[in-house]
C-alpha cells in the first residue's frame, strides 16, 4: 500500500527485502547472502571461462538490466548483452511475435554454459518465460529475479531464483536494482580473480 511518508515507504521497503526469499533449481530453500555469493560464483566462471552474459526485462526491468549491463562490461570485465536494442526487438517481435521475440534471439546467441539473467517484476511475463526454456535447451544457466506471487512461473526457471514478497512495481523493481547493484560492486572488487 503506497503512502505519502517516504519514512514508512522506506520501512516497508526495507521489509520487503527482509522478507526476501531465495531457492536453487529444485526449489530447495537457501538463504539470500548464500544465493548472492552462488550467484557471484557463477559470474566469476563465465568472466574466466569467457562465457557471456544475457540480461532480460520488461519495461522498467529492461531499463534496470540495461543499467546493469554497462556495470557488468565496465566495471567487473563480464561479457554482458542486453537484447532490446529497438530495431532488433522490434523486427523479432514483428515477425515472430512479442512472446518469442527473446526466444528467437537467444537461440541465435546462446552457448553451453552462457547465463541468461532474467528479470520480471511479476515472474509471469510470456516472452522471458519463453526466453528461460530455450537457454534451459541450450543447456545455459539461468537467474531470475522476480516479485509479486511465491508461486509464479520465473522462479521456478533458475539455478537461482531471488523472489520479493511484494505486488508493488516500485517496490520490485528497486529491490532488484539493489540486489543487482551489490552483486556488481562486489564482483567489481574481484576484477582479477579466476
Not at 15 to 39: F, K, V
Not at 93 to 115: F, H, K, M, P, T
Request: proline residues 2%.
Amino acid at each position: 500500500m503506497l503512502t505519502d511518508n517516504f519514512l514508512i515507504y522506506s520501512q516497508q521497503f526495507q521489509g520487503i527485502l527482509a522478507q526476501a526469499q531465495a531457492t536453487d533449481g529444485n526449489n530447495i530453500p537457501m538463504s539470500i547472502e548464500h544465493s548472492l555469493q552462488r550467484t557471484k560464483e557463477v559470474l566469476l566462471s563465465v568472466r574466466a571461462e569467457g562465457k557471456d552474459v544475457y540480461l532480460l526485462g520488461n519495461g522498467g526491468s529492461a531499463a534496470l538490466v540495461a543499467h546493469v549491463q554497462t556495470d557488468l562490461v565496465n566495471k567487473c570485465r563480464l561479457r554482458a548483452h542486453v537484447l532490446q536494442e529497438p530495431s532488433l526487438l522490434t523486427c523479432m517481435s514483428n515477425d515472430y511475435g512479442y512472446a518469442n521475440a527473446y526466444q528467437e534471439l537467444l537461440s541465435r546467441y546462446i552457448r553451453s554454459g552462457d547465463v541468461v539473467l532474467a528479470v520480471s517484476s511479476s515472474g509471469q511475463s510470456a516472452n522471458i518465460l519463453q526466453a528461460c526454456d530455450s537457454a534451459l535447451a541450450n543447456e545455459a544457466n539461468i537467474i531470475t529475479l522476480s516479485g509479486f506471487s511465491a508461486n509464479n512461473h520465473l522462479r521456478s526457471k533458475g539455478m537461482i531464483n531471488i523472489w520479493l514478497p511484494s505486488d508493488d512495481y516500485g517496490m520490485v523493481e528497486v529491490g532488484h536494482q539493489l540486489i543487482l547493484h551489490y552483486l556488481s560492486d562486489s564482483l567489481a572488487e574481484n576484477k582479477n580473480e579466476h
